[in-house]
């Protein structure tokens, strides 16, 4: 039954991997890699992401060192953070980048974990969404006669139970991420 549903689980599978692309570009305090991933940088007229010009290491939870190939890059990588708007100033010493995560403040903690509680909501949102979609395309098959109003009630169900197993996910990423955010 649940292959029968995979078209359902599928866009809500990408849902999920959305979202959990957004809050790790969350900054929670934390030195995070990955808050990288979407800064690009100009190399050789191509627009290259920095893990592929560079190094990052975590030397400490609140750093991360970029210590490029290519060291005539030093200055294109910091152009490229700063434009990025992730909030944080590059220190430049000629070898390696270093970016230094402030301690969050208690008001900034909870406009974190304000936007944290939106960013899920409008996943439940897009599930929910998905969830309907099928039900009309269920719908339209008892319609014409396609499936039975028996058959109707039990697709209702199990696609319930798929919704509430998929809000659940979301449930638990959220909370995670805020209690990784109210961290001191």
């Known amino acids: 039954m649940q292959n029968e549903y995979k078209h359902i689980t599928e866009k809500m599978d990408k ?3 959305i979202l959990k692309e957004e809050l790790v570009n969350i900054r929670a305090g934390r030195a995070n890699p990955r808050i990288l991933d979407k800064v ?3 190399y050789y007229g191509v627009p290259t992401p920095i893990n592929q010009l560079a190094n990052i ?3 400490e939870a609140r750093q991360i060192v970029i210590q490029p190939w290519d060291p005539k890059i030093l200055s294109e990588i910091e152009k490229a953070i700063i434009a990025s708007n992730l909030g944080l100033n590059p220190n430049n010493d000629g070898k390696v980048i270093r970016l230094i995560f402030p301690p969050l403040t208690e008001e900034r903690r909870v406009e974190l974990t304000k936007q944290v509680k939106k960013v899920g909501e409008n996943a439940k ?3 929910r969404q998905v969830r309907r979609d099928a039900l009309e395309q ?3 098959m008892k319609k014409n006669a396609e ?3 028996d058959d109707l009630k039990e697709i209702e169900e199990d696609i319930q139970k798929i919704t509430d197993n998929y809000i659940e996910d979301i449930d638990k990423l959220l909370e ?3 209690k990784e955010i109210m961290e001191v």
Do not use: F, L
């Open 176 to 178: 995670a991420k805020i």
């Open 40 to 42: 690009t940088v100009e």
């Open 57 to 59: 290491n975590v030397p």
């Open 138 to 140: 269920y719908k339209k």
């Open 15 to 17: 849902t999920v991997a």
């Open 125 to 127: 949102v897009a599930i």
């Open 147 to 149: 499936i039975t109003e």
